[in-house]
């Protein structure tokens, strides 16, 4: 029986979290979870998994939860984030919040020496080299919740790591693949979040349609398996059916296939070493799919991929910037304040005006985020 | 440094692993081998390779060797084979001859705790059982050398075998894919020699046109990994990138892809568990190839491979009647004594006359096979 506490239960890798603990309740048990402001939610997650320790947002639905159900600890804000992940009966902590405020609760779970279940690509990017170090120091096992990163980690199981040449992270392409840079000047918030393979979150099908999504993967992966930016590809395959690759020196490439569904790298993560059946899940039947496209990525057509590889190469506060300034920006672009092609224009500009800090500790990550996110809402208004 | 002893040298499995041996001075020493009748090219490889102990067919040719090569212990025969499976210097033993006259060897390399590398489809298609019984007993790893079966083992490095819930050997489709059978009455044994994607002997060549090769892998894959028939599956693939595939109950789908090149499993034989650079090594583009294609397998169409599905699931002695039926009827198909067609004629005839005897021992084993060798030219001749 493994404790679990989770942050961002109400997001859709949380919900899938929760799916994936009900379905096998000899294996998981959710002892803490964190929502934001969905009460109703939160109210209806409470009475089904009778957990321990909550966590929203505002004090006064802590209070008013709290009324309601006497028997569940209510807690709130930051230190409510905290709190969950650090709760003393759990052995796993999920993160799977959006944005930076899941990375000083990670950094709390990893000094318990949790296992570290992160979907929260934020953390990695912005702050790798701590969170890295943290695990390293405190022996915390960090396992990628992300499909192409628990790819990766499945195709390096057992192996030695001085064996791996390469990373090949595939990309679907996301919902414009089909469309020439001229053509996504008209595009509209609508056909943006029409992903072809995936069903996920708004932010993450715009980044997914940027390829800025592919390049935070990308970050992460240098920062999960400590792999070079020159030894990290990008390889478009538009059936999203093998999850990624790992190229070993004697030629060999190892990968992970699967139908598309979230509930497996979110549950590998939760058994790894060790699998179990994933309840209600589709086989992969390829014979039925009958055939798999690549394509090289072309860098000037995903124009928010390079600008990742550049930030990731130069390292330091500028992942920082590159992040929050994409966050802030597509935040304007489904708000309808800017067009598809000016959010890599909106990141580049701020990333054109940085004064780059190499191995920043945690405020001033905090700091540059903060005020990145600012200065794009500034650009427009 | 792994000392080596090398069955079948002069064959194509053979003369890879002496490629890979000699290109790594510093990992491998190659020092026991045997051939066959080519003395030219035994003569040879003891110039470039200096073993301490080979054996040859003939008791005549050993004595001229020994001559010429005063420093080489020279030997024959079937007592030679078994020499040089049980050099005591070699702690890895790779069988890469032909047929059944490996088997002996094999078990006497097991009884030594040897780890044992085999190419030998014969010895566990016929003998499974027994080596797979000894190879526990006596602690022998069992690593395969069979593009296919070394493809599984990459796929379940460092995972729980029970949580396995399926095999999936891909398959070419042999120089005939694109033909229906009616077109297969008249294709010709150059027809047949032409396979697309592997340069190999032409035995396994017409094995890879009827499919009974995907037919004796499936059986080798029952006996390797413990796994019922029909949780082994067949799947066309024509472009052979992915060497085979293992399906977790998670539905996970782990897979070894490479270009294809037969060194690749045979290195990763010699090295399990770690990995050293394949010298030469092609790395794999897959951008380049473009699409992989898959597709059912129909068993009316390849209907020997269906006849080793039912072989396999009776166990016993049909599994030697049918692959010394088929290596019999495949020899009379390249002597241009029968059709292509009258090959799994021929095999299915040997079924169905067949008395099976269940868990056979080494005796009955090589009795069967030789009087269905007899049997199979008698129709003939």
Chains 1, 2 share one sequence.
């Not at 052995?91 to 020496?113: D, P, R």
């Not at 969170?131 to 096992?141: L, R, T």
């Not at 056909?191 to 069903?199: G, I, K, R, V, Y």
Request: hydrophobic content about 45%.
């Amino acid at each position: 029986m493994k404790k679990i506490s989770l942050l961002g239960a109400t997001g859709s890798i949380g919900l899938q979290t929760i799916d994936i603990v009900l379905a096998n309740p000899e294996s998981f048990q959710l002892v803490a979870f964190s929502t934001g402001r969905n009460i109703e939610k939160t109210r209806e997650l409470v009475t089904q998994i009778k957990p321990e320790l909550v966590s929203v947002q505002q004090e006064e639905d802590a209070r008013v939860l709290q009324q309601e159900f006497p028997h569940v600890s209510f807690t709130y804000g930051t230190k409510g984030l905290i709190e969950v992940a650090t709760h003393p009966e759990t052995t796993v902590f999920v993160n799977a919040v959006l944005g930076s405020v899941g990375l000083e609760s990670t950094l709390a779970a990893i000094h318990m020496s949790k296992n570290i279940a992160i979907a929260n690509k934020e953390t990695l990017v912005t702050a790798g080299h701590l969170v890295m170090a943290e695990a390293k120091k405190y022996n915390a096992p960090i396992l990628p919740v992300d499909s192409e990163h628990s790819a990766l980690y499945q195709s390096m199981n057992g192996e030695n790591p001085k064996a791996i040449e390469r990373l090949i992270l595939t990309a679907s392409g996301g919902s414009f693949r089909d469309k020439t840079r001229a053509e996504l000047q008209g595009v509209t918030v609508k056909d943006a979040l029409n992903h072809p393979n995936w069903s996920m979150g708004a932010k993450i099908t715009i980044d997914s349609a940027t390829m800025m999504n592919k390049g935070l993967e990308v970050i992460e992966a240098h920062v999960l398996f400590d792999m070079p930016y020159d030894n990290i590809d990008v390889l478009l395959h538009r059936e999203s059916i093998i999850h990624s690759m790992v190229e070993y020196h004697d030629t060999s490439v190892m990968a992970q296939l699967g139908t598309p569904d979230m509930r497996v790298p979110i549950q590998y993560a939760l058994t790894f070493p060790d699998r179990i059946p994933l309840i209600g899940g589709k086989r992969l039947n390829l014979a039925e799919i009958g055939k798999l496209h690549f394509q090289e990525v072309d860098f000037e057509r995903y124009h928010a991929l390079k600008l990742a590889y550049d930030a990731g190469r130069m390292g330091g506060t500028i992942l920082t910037a590159m992040n929050a300034a994409n966050e802030a920006a597509v935040a304007l672009f489904l708000e309808e304040k800017i067009t598809f092609l000016e959010i890599e224009a909106c990141i580049e500009r701020v990333m054109d005006a940085h004064n780059n800090i190499l191995l920043p500790d945690l405020e001033t990550i905090l700091h540059v985020d903060s005020e990145t996110r600012k200065l794009v809402r500034n650009m427009v208004e």
